[in-house]
């Protein structure tokens, strides 16, 4: 408990003196809405992901990365812990869109660095705004980026995926745009299945793209791609 707290001090440090950085990096970024984060950003926000990463002490196992592809995609993956927030901001390249519940903007520095990378905030239980920040997500996939959805919507916290939602797969079907799975597991054994932080080992592996056309029923592409992940965390605990 004592090594947790003493991680967390440290975590919090680093997230402050990286506050100067992030404002030069909000300052000097492209300004237009859809342009990706500068390369100064995005070095320093990786940076911040990785140190934090092994300031844990995990190790984490990051496969597939050739499956990323260079147009745009949907990428969609389960989510079991914070820890997962940390290895997507370098596990697949330059930081994707990422679709984030409206609570983590109020996260004081960290709200800044999501809005260098161009994170929508989405309020699920405001029909009207989710909406809203669905038709947002087609814009930024027309514009050429790529965006990324926690299917689940929120932290398992456990071994087990959730249901998945289904705005990542009616955005894919609407815009006919490829599906990029990936799977996360070991993260919650870092901190929600304890209650502290633990060092574990944690694999992030990236599967290969999905086609998905616009005449596709969005339930049996989420139907697939849940699979297609389950599939690969039956192959991790094997």
């Not at 300031?55 to 993956?77: K, R």
């Not at 669905?134 to 930024?140: H, R």
């Not at 699979?227 to 094997?238: A, H, N, P, T, Y």
Request: aromatic share 12%; glycine share 8%.
């Amino acid at each position: 408990m004592i090594k947790s707290i003493f991680i967390l001090l440290i975590g919090i440090i680093v997230l402050i003196l990286s506050f100067p950085l992030a404002l030069v990096a909000f300052i000097f970024s492209k300004k237009g809405k859809y342009d990706p984060p500068s390369k100064f950003g995005v070095s320093v926000l990786q940076w911040l992901a990785k140190f934090f990463c092994r300031l844990s002490g995990c190790n984490y196992h990051i496969e597939g990365q050739e499956n990323i592809p260079d147009t745009p995609a949907v990428f969609v993956g389960n989510h079991q812990g914070d820890y997962d927030a940390f290895l997507i901001l370098f596990a697949l390249g330059e930081p994707k869109v990422i679709m984030a519940k409206k609570e983590v903007r109020v996260v004081p520095i960290a709200n800044l660095w999501m809005l260098i990378i161009k994170c929508i905030f989405v309020d699920r239980k405001n029909h009207k705004k989710a909406m809203a920040a669905m038709m947002e997500s087609k814009d930024y996939l027309e514009h050429g980026r790529s965006i990324l959805y926690f299917a689940e919507g929120h932290r398992s916290k456990g071994p087990d995926m959730g249901p998945f939602k289904g705005g990542a797969f009616k955005t894919a079907v609407a815009t006919g745009t490829q599906i990029v799975p990936f799977a996360i597991d070991g993260t919650y054994k870092v901190f929600e299945q304890q209650g502290y932080l633990k060092k574990n080992d944690v694999y992030f592996h990236i599967l290969p793209p999905v086609p998905v056309s616009k005449d596709d029923d969005p339930r049996e592409v989420s139907d697939k791609i849940q699979g297609l992940i389950q599939e690969e965390l039956d192959r991790i605990r094997s």
